[in-house]
T-cell receptor, first 115, second 118 residues
Framework: DTGVSQNPRHKITKRGQNVTFRCDPISEHNRLYWYRQTLGQGPEFLTYFQNEAQLEKSRLLSDRFSAERPKGSFSTLEIQRTEQGDSAMYLC?????????????FGPGTRLTVL | AQTVTQSQPEMSVQEAETVTLSCTYDTSESDYYLFWYKQPPSRQMILVIRQEAYKQQNATENRFSVNFQKAAKSFSLKISDSQLGDAAMYFCAYRSENYGGSQGNLIFGKGTKLSVKP
Protein backbone atom coordinates (compact mmCIF):
# COMPACT_ATOMS: atom_id res chain seq x y z
CA ASP A 1 0.00 0.00 0.00
CA THR A 2 1.39 3.42 -0.88
CA GLY A 3 -0.66 5.58 1.48
CA VAL A 4 0.69 8.04 4.02
CA SER A 5 2.34 6.30 6.96
CA GLN A 6 3.23 7.65 10.38
CA ASN A 7 5.41 6.26 13.12
CA PRO A 8 5.05 5.61 15.92
CA ARG A 9 1.28 5.23 16.14
CA HIS A 10 1.31 5.86 19.88
CA LYS A 11 3.80 7.59 22.12
CA ILE A 12 3.66 7.99 25.88
CA THR A 13 6.23 10.27 27.43
CA LYS A 14 6.91 12.14 30.63
CA ARG A 15 6.67 15.89 30.85
CA GLY A 16 9.93 17.52 29.87
CA GLN A 17 11.10 14.78 27.52
CA ASN A 18 11.70 15.25 23.81
CA VAL A 19 9.76 13.26 21.22
CA THR A 20 10.10 12.85 17.47
CA PHE A 21 7.48 11.64 15.00
CA ARG A 22 8.00 10.53 11.43
CA CYS A 23 5.75 10.87 8.41
CA ASP A 24 6.26 9.11 5.07
CA PRO A 25 4.08 10.73 2.40
CA ILE A 26 2.76 9.15 -0.75
CA SER A 27 5.62 8.76 -3.18
CA GLU A 28 6.10 11.80 -5.42
CA HIS A 29 3.77 14.02 -3.41
CA ASN A 30 5.59 17.31 -3.14
CA ARG A 31 3.38 18.84 -0.46
CA LEU A 32 3.43 17.62 3.14
CA TYR A 33 1.31 19.02 5.99
CA TRP A 34 1.28 18.55 9.75
CA TYR A 35 -1.91 19.01 11.77
CA ARG A 36 -2.74 18.57 15.45
CA GLN A 37 -6.06 17.20 16.63
CA THR A 38 -7.14 17.39 20.26
CA LEU A 39 -10.11 15.54 21.71
CA GLY A 40 -13.41 16.86 20.44
CA GLN A 41 -11.82 19.20 17.95
CA GLY A 42 -11.07 19.21 14.27
CA PRO A 43 -7.49 19.10 13.05
CA GLU A 44 -5.54 22.36 13.31
CA PHE A 45 -2.83 23.30 10.87
CA LEU A 46 0.75 23.37 12.18
CA THR A 47 3.07 23.65 9.19
CA TYR A 48 3.61 22.56 5.62
CA PHE A 49 6.43 21.80 3.19
CA GLN A 50 6.75 22.03 -0.52
CA ASN A 51 9.52 19.58 -1.30
CA GLU A 52 12.19 20.32 1.33
CA ALA A 53 11.18 23.93 1.94
CA GLN A 54 9.06 24.77 4.97
CA LEU A 55 6.76 27.43 3.57
CA GLU A 56 4.44 28.24 6.43
CA LYS A 57 4.19 27.77 10.18
CA SER A 58 1.10 28.30 12.29
CA ARG A 59 1.22 30.39 15.44
CA LEU A 60 0.39 27.09 17.19
CA LEU A 61 3.92 25.94 16.39
CA SER A 62 5.83 27.26 19.39
CA ASP A 63 9.61 27.35 19.50
CA ARG A 64 9.56 23.94 21.19
CA PHE A 65 8.32 22.45 17.93
CA SER A 66 10.50 21.88 14.90
CA ALA A 67 9.77 20.13 11.64
CA GLU A 68 12.05 19.04 8.85
CA ARG A 69 11.82 17.42 5.48
CA PRO A 70 15.48 17.10 4.58
CA LYS A 71 15.31 15.48 1.16
CA GLY A 72 11.79 16.33 0.19
CA SER A 73 10.58 12.87 1.07
CA PHE A 74 9.81 11.90 4.68
CA SER A 75 9.32 14.48 7.40
CA THR A 76 9.96 14.59 11.13
CA LEU A 77 8.20 16.62 13.80
CA GLU A 78 10.09 17.09 17.05
CA ILE A 79 8.66 18.45 20.28
CA GLN A 80 11.18 19.50 22.90
CA ARG A 81 10.45 19.73 26.62
CA THR A 82 6.98 18.26 26.22
CA GLU A 83 4.09 19.64 28.25
CA GLN A 84 0.78 18.03 29.16
CA GLY A 85 -0.93 20.41 26.76
CA ASP A 86 0.97 18.78 23.90
CA SER A 87 -1.12 15.62 24.32
CA ALA A 88 -2.97 15.20 21.03
CA MET A 89 -3.15 13.28 17.78
CA TYR A 90 -0.55 14.53 15.28
CA LEU A 91 -1.68 14.04 11.70
CA CYS A 92 0.37 14.17 8.56
CA UNK A 93 -1.06 14.68 5.09
CA UNK A 94 0.40 14.87 1.62
CA UNK A 95 -0.76 16.13 -1.75
CA UNK A 96 0.51 16.44 -5.30
CA UNK A 97 0.87 19.83 -6.88
CA UNK A 98 0.06 23.34 -5.76
CA UNK A 99 -3.61 23.61 -6.56
CA UNK A 100 -5.81 24.03 -3.47
CA UNK A 101 -8.22 21.67 -5.21
CA UNK A 102 -5.80 18.77 -4.90
CA UNK A 103 -6.80 16.20 -2.33
CA UNK A 104 -4.81 15.91 0.86
CA UNK A 105 -4.28 12.29 1.84
CA PHE A 106 -4.01 11.75 5.56
CA GLY A 107 -1.98 9.30 7.55
CA PRO A 108 -3.32 7.39 10.58
CA GLY A 109 -1.73 9.82 13.02
CA THR A 110 0.55 9.57 16.04
CA ARG A 111 -1.24 9.80 19.36
CA LEU A 112 0.94 11.54 21.95
CA THR A 113 0.23 11.27 25.67
CA VAL A 114 2.31 13.41 27.99
CA LEU A 115 2.18 12.30 31.65
CA ALA B 1 -9.49 34.82 9.26
CA GLN B 2 -11.67 32.05 8.00
CA THR B 3 -13.74 29.94 10.37
CA VAL B 4 -15.81 26.79 9.96
CA THR B 5 -18.71 25.92 12.25
CA GLN B 6 -20.47 22.59 12.64
CA SER B 7 -23.35 23.07 15.02
CA GLN B 8 -24.33 19.41 15.39
CA PRO B 9 -21.90 17.56 17.69
CA GLU B 10 -23.80 14.30 17.17
CA MET B 11 -26.35 12.95 14.72
CA SER B 12 -28.09 9.63 14.37
CA VAL B 13 -29.75 7.98 11.37
CA GLN B 14 -31.52 4.73 10.72
CA GLU B 15 -29.90 2.43 8.20
CA ALA B 16 -31.17 3.10 4.66
CA GLU B 17 -32.50 6.52 5.65
CA THR B 18 -31.17 9.96 4.70
CA VAL B 19 -29.33 12.37 6.97
CA THR B 20 -28.05 15.91 6.49
CA LEU B 21 -25.02 17.33 8.31
CA SER B 22 -24.75 21.10 8.59
CA CYS B 23 -21.75 23.35 8.08
CA THR B 24 -21.40 27.12 7.92
CA TYR B 25 -18.27 29.11 7.29
CA ASP B 26 -17.08 32.66 7.39
CA THR B 27 -14.74 34.21 4.86
CA SER B 28 -14.16 37.42 2.99
CA GLU B 29 -12.71 35.60 0.01
CA SER B 30 -14.66 34.96 -3.16
CA ASP B 31 -12.72 31.96 -4.40
CA TYR B 32 -12.19 28.94 -2.20
CA TYR B 33 -12.86 25.24 -1.84
CA LEU B 34 -14.98 23.31 0.60
CA PHE B 35 -14.57 19.70 1.64
CA TRP B 36 -16.20 17.02 3.72
CA TYR B 37 -13.85 14.52 5.32
CA LYS B 38 -14.80 11.29 7.08
CA GLN B 39 -12.80 9.95 10.04
CA PRO B 40 -13.90 6.42 11.05
CA PRO B 41 -13.00 5.29 14.58
CA SER B 42 -9.26 4.63 14.84
CA ARG B 43 -8.83 5.01 11.11
CA GLN B 44 -7.43 7.71 8.91
CA MET B 45 -9.34 10.61 7.51
CA ILE B 46 -10.58 10.29 3.96
CA LEU B 47 -12.10 12.77 1.55
CA VAL B 48 -15.82 12.33 0.93
CA ILE B 49 -16.65 15.18 -1.40
CA ARG B 50 -15.37 18.63 -2.48
CA GLN B 51 -16.88 21.75 -3.96
CA GLU B 52 -15.35 24.68 -5.80
CA ALA B 53 -16.93 27.96 -4.71
CA TYR B 54 -17.14 29.27 -8.29
CA LYS B 55 -19.33 26.35 -9.33
CA GLN B 56 -23.04 26.79 -8.80
CA GLN B 57 -23.77 23.13 -9.36
CA ASN B 58 -23.73 21.07 -6.19
CA ALA B 59 -21.19 18.26 -6.07
CA THR B 60 -22.35 14.65 -5.93
CA GLU B 61 -20.44 11.45 -5.23
CA ASN B 62 -22.66 8.37 -5.29
CA ARG B 63 -24.76 8.49 -2.09
CA PHE B 64 -23.15 11.74 -0.94
CA SER B 65 -24.22 15.16 -2.11
CA VAL B 66 -23.86 18.71 -0.90
CA ASN B 67 -26.12 21.73 -0.73
CA PHE B 68 -23.83 24.69 -1.32
CA GLN B 69 -25.35 28.10 -0.63
CA LYS B 70 -22.60 30.63 -1.28
CA ALA B 71 -24.51 33.72 -0.23
CA ALA B 72 -25.54 32.09 3.02
CA LYS B 73 -22.06 30.57 3.47
CA SER B 74 -23.60 27.19 4.05
CA PHE B 75 -22.29 23.80 2.95
CA SER B 76 -24.34 20.83 4.12
CA LEU B 77 -23.72 17.16 3.40
CA LYS B 78 -26.53 14.79 2.57
CA ILE B 79 -26.01 11.06 2.93
CA SER B 80 -28.65 8.95 1.22
CA ASP B 81 -29.37 5.28 1.87
CA SER B 82 -27.20 5.36 5.01
CA GLN B 83 -25.07 2.31 5.66
CA LEU B 84 -23.46 0.99 8.84
CA GLY B 85 -20.07 1.86 7.37
CA ASP B 86 -21.04 5.51 7.25
CA ALA B 87 -20.70 5.75 11.02
CA ALA B 88 -17.80 8.13 11.68
CA MET B 89 -16.80 11.67 12.55
CA TYR B 90 -17.47 14.03 9.66
CA PHE B 91 -15.47 17.20 9.30
CA CYS B 92 -16.27 20.16 7.12
CA ALA B 93 -13.18 21.99 5.87
CA TYR B 94 -12.33 25.21 4.04
CA ARG B 95 -9.36 25.89 1.82
CA SER B 96 -8.36 29.20 0.33
CA GLU B 97 -7.58 29.59 -3.34
CA ASN B 98 -5.03 32.22 -2.42
CA TYR B 99 -1.78 31.07 -3.96
CA GLY B 100 0.25 33.75 -2.29
CA GLY B 101 -0.64 33.33 1.36
CA SER B 102 -1.88 30.36 3.34
CA GLN B 103 -1.46 28.06 0.47
CA GLY B 104 -3.43 24.95 0.79
CA ASN B 105 -3.84 24.21 4.46
CA LEU B 106 -7.30 23.11 5.49
CA ILE B 107 -9.39 24.85 8.14
CA PHE B 108 -11.64 22.34 9.86
CA GLY B 109 -14.82 22.51 11.89
CA LYS B 110 -15.15 20.62 15.16
CA GLY B 111 -16.89 17.71 13.52
CA THR B 112 -20.18 15.83 13.75
CA LYS B 113 -20.29 12.29 15.08
CA LEU B 114 -22.69 10.24 12.97
CA SER B 115 -24.20 7.04 14.33
CA VAL B 116 -26.07 4.62 12.09
CA LYS B 117 -28.69 2.39 13.69
CA PRO B 118 -29.38 -1.03 12.15
Amino acid sequence: DTGVSQNPRHKITKRGQNVTFRCDPISEHNRLYWYRQTLGQGPEFLTYFQNEAQLEKSRLLSDRFSAERPKGSFSTLEIQRTEQGDSAMYLCASSLGQSPYNEQFFGPGTRLTVL
Amino acid sequence: AQTVTQSQPEMSVQEAETVTLSCTYDTSESDYYLFWYKQPPSRQMILVIRQEAYKQQNATENRFSVNFQKAAKSFSLKISDSQLGDAAMYFCAYRSENYGGSQGNLIFGKGTKLSVKP
